[in-house]
Structure formats: C-alpha cells, structure tokens
Nanobody, 125 residues
Framework: QVQLVESGGGLVQAGGSLRLSCAAS????????MGWFRQAPGKEREFVAG???????TYADFVKGRFTISRDNAKKTVYLQINSLEPEDTAIYYC???????????????????WGQGTQVTVSA
C-alpha cells in the first residue's frame, strides 16, 4: 500500500488560513488520484476535495470556494489550502490515494486504496 503522511493542521481562529500537506510514497505518484476527507467526532467521514492524476479537481458543495486542492508531483505531495476557516471546519483531515486504476466517483470512500492517519484542524470562534 501507499504510505501517506498528513501535516499542517493546528489551532487557528475563525477567518484564518491553513495549508495541509500530504506526502506520499510510491514511484508513480503522478498517476495517483488523491483526495481529502474530514471527520468530526461522532460524525461520518465526508469528502472535501479530490484531484485526479490528469489534473482535474472536484470539491464538496460546502467548500464554497474556500478550499483549493493542488499537487506537486515532483515532491509527491498533495495540498489543501483552506481560507476563511470556520468553526464548522474543525475535524481530522485525512488524505487518500487511489494508486491503481482510474477513479470514477471521487467522493466515494471505497474508491481509495490508501489512507493517512490524519491531521487535526481546530478552529476557534
């Protein structure tokens, strides 16, 4: 399996910004589709954003332009830039990879074959 390590989370006041990073192993990272999910305590894990190996991006409706997903294939890293943070964004953020085959529905958890351990984002009012 692909190893994924998230970083960049922390405590921030509402209105602030964070950039989350996910470093991946694998020789063929450029062919992976990558996604970000988040999970608050007692809630189901929900899709946030995804980026295909071809470069196309998909976002959850709740993002409303505040989140941007990007990737640096040379660094084998995917990023999630979050602006105008809200308390409702508080959650553990996970990155995920689909390292084999093509992806059809980026918001479906079972599409991905590898998951990181998550990074905590806490937003205070």
């Amino acid at each position: 399996q692909v190893q994924l390590v998230e970083s960049g989370g922390g405590l921030v006041q509402a209105g602030g910004s964070l950039r989350l990073s996910c470093a991946a192993s694998g020789r063929t990272f450029s062919s992976y589709s990558m996604g970000w999910f988040r999970q608050a305590p007692g809630k189901e894990r929900e899709f946030v954003a995804g980026i295909r190996w071809t470069g196309g991006s998909t976002y959850a409706d709740f993002v409303k332009g505040r989140f941007t997903i990007s990737r640096d294939n040379a660094k084998k890293t995917v990023y999630l830039q979050i602006n105008s943070l809200e308390p409702e964004d508080t959650a553990i953020y996970y990155c995920a990879a689909k390292s084999r085959g093509s992806i059809t529905f980026m918001a479906v958890r079972d599409e991905y074959d590898s998951w990181g351990q998550g990074t905590q984002v806490t937003v205070s009012a």
